[in-house]
């Protein structure tokens, strides 16, 4: 079927709406970068109250070890741009029905729009709007939870779609590449954008519905394990989305960076809280959850139950 619609030498071109999109979401991102080195500093002038996470602003018991931050933007930073310098090479390589970027149509129009828009909220949010409306800063960082969820969905069917096609056409390593750098990265994106909101959820539950902070606090955790249990329950246990997300890890390394960084920020070993303990079992059950993937990822790999490393 592909070498009917092979193009003779000459005849490949390129879709300049399409090139946009590749380069626009690099340079977009990159602009993410630079909004959030600028103003996410307690030390930014632009800023008179010395903090612009909205968790700051309250005591809680719900925010990491400061490490956690540095540490899960740097991964989040390398990650994205990994996958996005990867994508530049689509540009000048070509499959027999056309430039990579194109055909085949894995990382779509639809899929890059879904991303930007969902990295870009908060940063605008972050520059525009937080200073003056705080407290509701859960949203846009819920809402680009939501969006970032789609283009995760939208990335792992086409690659599942297309997964054939790079094989027939002697792209194996491609799979690959998209499945960590593309798949994962969004995956990580989406989940680590889930833990800012519910941080900055907490000072919304504080401030604007009055609970305590051991109230919300709790909210918070429960809602965190519950988002974790779905990135593990989902791909491992629904029939349609286990060989799509075979090979998705990164989650884990969120969720258990996370819940770490809350534990050691908030411990006290002489005076142990019900958030403590309930953020303590949080990091146990990722864990757990964490090698029982691995365990059900390897059982279906000797069984063929999803495709093998090529």
Not at 12 to 22: D, E, G, K, P, Q
Not at 174 to 180: E, G
Not at 253 to 273: A, D, L, R, T
Request: proline share 3%; charged share 10%.
């Amino acid at each position: 079927m592909l070498v009917n619609n092979q193009l003779a030498a000459g005849e490949y071109r390129h879709n300049y709406i399409r090139l946009a999109f590749v380069l626009g979401a690099v340079l977009l991102f990159i602009g993410y970068i630079a909004v959030y080195q600028l103003f996410e500093r307690g030390s930014n002038y632009a800023y008179k109250n010395g903090t612009l996470r909205a968790e700051d602003l309250l005591l809680n018991e719900v925010s990491p070890s400061d490490w956690v931050y540095r540490c899960l933007n740097a991964i989040n930073y390398i990650w994205q741009l990994a996958w996005l310098l990867y994508s530049l090479t689509f540009i000048y390589r070509r499959s027999s029905t056309g430039y990579l970027y194109l055909s085949p149509n894995t990382l779509s129009p639809a899929f890059y729009i879904v991303y930007i828009v969902g990295f870009a909220i908060p940063a605008v949010w972050l520059v525009f709007f937080q200073q003056k409306y705080i407290i509701w800063t859960w949203i846009p960082y819920a809402v680009s939870f939501l969006l970032l969820s789609l283009a995760l969905f939208i990335v792992n069917n086409n690659v599942h779609i297309n997964k054939k096609i790079y094989e027939t056409e002697g792209f194996n390593r491609d799979i690959w590449c998209l499945r960590f750098f593309a798949q994962n990265g969004v995956a990580f994106f989406t989940c680590w954008t889930a833990v800012r909101s519910l941080l900055a959820f907490d000072l919304f539950l504080q401030v604007r519905l009055g609970l305590l902070m051991a109230n919300s606090g709790t909210i918070v955790l429960l809602l965190a394990i519950a988002i974790a249990a779905i990135f593990f329950f989902l791909p491992n246990f629904n029939a349609a989305l286990v060989e799509k997300c075979a090979y998705q890890f990164a989650p884990w390394v969120v969720f258990i960076i996370y819940f770490w960084g809350v534990v050691e920020n908030n411990w006290v070993p002489k005076s142990v809280q019900r958030n403590h303990i309930i953020a303590a079992l949080d990091l146990l059950a990722t864990i757990l959850a964490a090698f029982g993937a691995l365990a059900l990822f390897t059982m279906r790999h000797r069984t063929s139950k999803i495709d093998p490393i090529v």
